[in-house]
């Protein structure tokens, strides 16, 4: 009787033994894939036009980085077309040949990263929700699949605050090269994508078939190593404990933002000026309003006002640069970026200082 208890208590626990032993090991195997996932990385990319090459930094952006290669482990992205070829803007892909596909990981959100550096040519970063196809919405989500490489010096994308996350590094030969003979009309571009997105890639083919795509792409087993940082030189003006940061406002739209730090009143900040202060290092709170109105004459004027906060996070010895912008359509809409420094000292050179806010001013 007691051996037949001890051999059914062995049946019990074995099994159990054997479930945690695995749950152990694919724990670890989790945590290894997560620690190799944060260490900067290769992928060959091979489409119809021949293979390029991108290095992956997790360190610049964290979450874009994790998704890129969750889609390259996955298989995701082979059979993508560039559907997006815009010289000196955009090329862009991300979008599977099976549409239901692109839907399944389209509704997987992705964190937006605060971008470390401003976008350059060669750099990719994931996209973000267009207003008519054209201008990032500032409050837009990022498109958890569309990847762009930036053509260009990144006008749009540092306007958006996208953080680029990784760079083409061989082969760029190839990413110029990509047909562009849809782009001739880029409101059938927008459609053809619209399709690409809903039907799938076989939608297309008949109507456009000479877009390139990727065939294959793979991780590569070789060392990475991160990019030297640009060197930032703390302004000799700057007293010890202190940073300086500059809010500026490009663009020629006709709003004034009214600018406040801390809650102290600080500026009015129209387009092509700026405002500069130091600061103690630390915590701060960057808030602005502005009221709109609408109308052509007094009868039919009718104001709206809008209100923005932004965390500003400052350390010691630096400039920080914020870049404010409004939208383009939707004008009750504001918002702040984060830009590099050395993106945001050539964007906002030539401004005028912005008028000075008294606690007075309403």
Known sequence: MFEETRSNQSARILPLFAALLLAAMAGAIGTASADSAAEPFAVSVETTRGTFEVEVYPEWAPASAARFREMVDAGYLEGSPFHWVLEGSQTEFGLNPDASLTREWTERALEQDPPSRQVEKGYLHFMMELEAGLFPKPDGAIRPTRIGIEMGNGPFANGAGLAPFGRVVEGWEIVEGFDAGHMEKPAKAR????QLEKKGYKSITKKYPDLDRIE????????????????????????????????????????????????????????????????????????AKVRFKFGATGLLDKAMAAKQFFPLELEAGTVTYVRAWSSFFEKQKLAFNLVAPEFGAEDSAGMEPAELLSEDDE
Not at 191 to 194: N, T, V
Not at 236 to 254: C, K, N, S, T
């Open 191 to 194: 459609k053809m994508i619209k």
């Open 216 to 287: 294959r792409i793979v991780v590569l087993d070789r060392t990475v190593d991160m990019p030297s940082a640009p060197l930032r030189e703390t302004p000799a003006d700057l007293a010890d404990g202190m940073a300086r940061v500059r809010i500026y406002r490009p663009g020629e739209q006709d709003q004034v933002f009214k600018l406040s730090i801390d809650g102290v009143k600080r500026a009015k900040l129209k387009s092509g000026t700026y405002f500069e202060v130091d600061l103690p290092a630390g915590s701060h709170q960057l808030s």
